[in-house]
């Protein structure tokens, strides 16, 4: 397991001042291990991310079992930041029974024509469910920020342009949501992938460099990197008025995967053990009908 502190130096603090310069996208070690060298640090995160994968998977049949809470993960990022490796290496060990995972792309004229969380909000797990919403409704204070043409018939009427009250409201109703699904069992847990502008660049070569990459490599991604100081300052904005105590922000370095691998898989893990779901109690009624099938089993030739 990660050291509690240094999970907790990942966490944007309700109501403190937060920066995102304070945070090293190319994070990967705490001072105990400055001695080892990369190939060392690699297998430790991967010892730790392989000892919780086998405690995640435990953990999710108990949470499957018990169906007392669900577990709501939101993955946020610039891209080629590790979204999809990330959940595709933390959720390996899971029952695909107990987990599901949503991505939204550009909303539809329907979607469009209610309130900006109403297509979010069914695509929600289920009691003793694990979900993944890889990109989210936070999509909404931050690509809609950096462009707030695309709010179309969102936008108040009369007003011309979103101000600062604007975006404010949205903060204030993305914490009522999440507050409501905290209080009603579900347990959200938010991780921004920061990644630095240089690595995204190193990433997005390789994309185009290696044929196999290709098809990941997109003009729109190009186009947004022109926007990077916009978007740092719309995710500093929306992480500092939506960290709470009910849905904490993480803030995952990314610069190298097996660090955040490792730290979301340990975040993940702690929160869903934490809530020490359990299999049902059996009944001396359930043992007595055990019992009785097990007696007909048996009598079988």
Known sequence: MIRPDIIDL???????????????????????????????????????????LADLAEAQGRLYADGRYAVLIVLQAMDAAGKDGTIKHVMSGVNPQGCQVS??????????AHDFLWRY???LPERGRIGIFNRSYYEDVLVVKVHPELLGRQLPPGAEKPG??????????????????????TVILKFFLNLSKGEQKRRFLERLDRPEKNWKFSASDLAE????????????????????????????????????????????????RGLDPRYPDVTDEDRKRLAAARAQLAAEE
């Open 225 to 272: 990197r022109t926007h990077w100081d916009a978007y740092m300052d719309a995710y500093e904005d929306a992480l500092a008025a939506t960290s709470t105590d009910e849905a904490p922000w993480y803030v995952v370095p990314a610069d190298h995967k097996w660090v955040t691998r490792a730290v979301v898989a340990d975040v993940v893990t702690t929160a869903i």
């Open 103 to 112: 991505s939204f792309k550009k909303p539809s004229a329907e979607e469009l």
């Open 164 to 185: 600062k009250k604007f975006w404010e409201a949205r903060y204030e109703d993305i914490v009522a949501f999440e507050r409501h699904l905290a209080r009603n069992g």
């Open 10 to 52: 990942l966490r944007v603090k309700p109501g403190k001042k937060f920066r995102l310069k304070d945070h090293n996208p190319g994070w990967k070690q705490s001072e105990e291990f400055e001695e080892l060298g990369k190939d060392a640090l690699k297998e430790r995160a991967k010892a730790i991310l392989d000892t919780n």
């Open 121 to 123: 909000v069914k695509a």
